[in-house]
């Protein structure tokens, strides 16, 4: 019978000395989720992945990933997770059927099994004309392809991975996604991603947990999170003369829930935007004023982020790649 979590986090502590790096978090992921898992640096995120992938033993609590503890039975838990890190671990000197032979030992997988699904991986990404080339000649996001195949070659239930577009084009990042959807409806998978590109967790993301000074802060589908916050919506309206009256007419709106005025520019916090703006511009035009421009923002992702966090996770720099190394058995195999 199928775990309905593929990830059941219980209270999870880590402690360095007197630090707290991850402060008792609960939360859990369904079988077959997308899930998305978003921090900036030093909040907690590095730590907990890393002992969800059995690279750190906790301090408090307890996780089960693909129903092992991850305490009890690291090792069956490596062999349930596939791990693909930011970094590029490929092996340049090798081909690429090689680099999947290679990872397919590790996990004692037959021979004739194993040629047969490097096989079929390839083939999927699109790389099975380039299989006997060096890796040194692909380009990065052929290589985030085979990265990805490799990591597949064991069937793994889970599969973790830490920014798996970063550093590649628009298109290549949209390719490197058909294929994981791919794979996730043909494996029956579970992914557990991190990432900074925020639009990428806000369009393949069923759920996102938001972490920061240890705790999960905020957790739910990216729509929930960002109904959430007051005024989801901005509506910007640059007026020729701003006056005390007008202002009291915009703050009167039933669905307005902020306003600031820079200039001649007044910006207000407003829920359904663009249902509300004719009733904002007709409540302007009822007071004299006259309209110049008109812009709506919808609320992202990113805002979500900022408004949890007091900052924007692109701004944040990359120091740990903390999934290299994670997900493989420790013995080499046939």
């Known amino acids: 019978m199928e775990e309905k979590f593929a990830v059941e986090v219980c209270e999870i502590s880590r402690r360095y000395g007197d630090f707290t790096a991850v402060d008792g978090i609960s939360f859990s992921v369904a079988t077959g989720e997308i899930f998305g898992f978003l921090g900036p640096n030093g909040a907690g995120k590095t730590t907990l992945i890393r002992m969800l992938t059995t690279l750190l033993t906790p301090t408090g609590g307890d996780a089960r990933v693909a129903g092992r503890g991850v305490v009890a039975d690291p090792e ?52 099975t004309a380039r299989a006997g080339d060096l890796v040194a000649s692909f380009s990065g996001g052929m290589r985030r392809r085979l990265e990805i195949a490799r990591v597949l070659i064991h069937r793994p239930r889970i599969l973790f991975l830490d920014e798996p577009t970063t550093g590649l084009d628009p298109q290549s990042r949209r390719v490197i996604w058909d294929f994981l959807l791919r794979f996730r409806e043909g494996e029956a998978m579970t992914i557990f991603l991190t990432t900074h590109y925020m639009e990428e967790a806000e369009e393949f993301c069923e759920r996102v947990a938001i972490i920061d000074h240890g705790k999960i802060v905020v957790i739910g589908t990216p ?92 701004d944040e720099t990359k120091k740990v790649d903390f999934l290299i190394g994670a997900g493989a058995p420790r013995r080499l195999g046939r």
Not at 92 to 112: H, K, V
Not at 229 to 255: M, N, Q
Not at 269 to 297: C, F, R
Request: net charge negative; charged share 25%.
């Open 76 to 127: 069956a838990v490596r062999r349930q997770i596939g791990v693909v890190p930011q970094a590029m671990t490929s092996d340049l000197d090798l081909t690429a059927y090689e680099n999947m032979d290679i990872y397919g030992r590790f996990y004692d997988i037959p021979s004739r099994e194993r040629r047969q699904r490097i096989a079929e991986l390839l083939e999927t990404v699109g790389l």
């Open 223 to 314: 729509a929930e999170l960002k109904g959430q916050i007051p005024g989801s919506d901005s509506i910007a309206l640059r007026l020729d003369a701003i006056t005390a009256p007008l202002l009291d007419a915009i703050r009167a709106l039933a669905f307005v829930r902020t306003v600031n005025v820079e200039g001649d520019l007044l910006r207000a916090g407003v829920d359904n935007g663009a249902a509300n703006l004719l009733a904002m511009l007709e409540a302007v035009k009822a007071q004299g004023g006259a309209v110049l421009a008109t812009t709506i923002h919808e609320q992202s992702l990113e805002d979500v982020f900022i408004h949890h966090t007091g900052k924007a996770l692109r």
